[in-house]
């Protein structure tokens, strides 16, 4: 009975923990508290705007940035991305 009453604390405090820290996901770095994926502006290529690679090999990297959905090929271009986002932002705003 013990154990089942911790292990119910434990699950509460996780909830909890949650609901103060809120979602740290990459999915909505940069979005607003109380903006929505409808809010978020739609990348507009069909290519990667860090390594200009087509989307053909493997699944994009999808994830939002400052209020713009961002695709990449790979995981490295995020790498390079994460390093300097106004650049790779500035490049997206000029291919407009």
Sequence with gaps: MKSAKI???TAFAGVVAF????CQ???HAGMNHGSTMA???PYPLTKCIVSDDAFDHGTPVVFVYQGQEIKLCCQDCR????KDPTKYL??????K
């Excluded at 790498?79 to 994460?82: G, H, L, M, Q, V």
């Design 7 to 9: 292990l119910l604390l």
């Design 39 to 41: 809010d978020v502006k």
């Design 90 to 95: 500035t490049k997206l705003a000029a291919s």
């Design 25 to 27: 996901s990459d999915q």
């Design 19 to 22: 609901s103060i820290v809120g």
């Design 79 to 82: 790498k390079d991305f994460d």
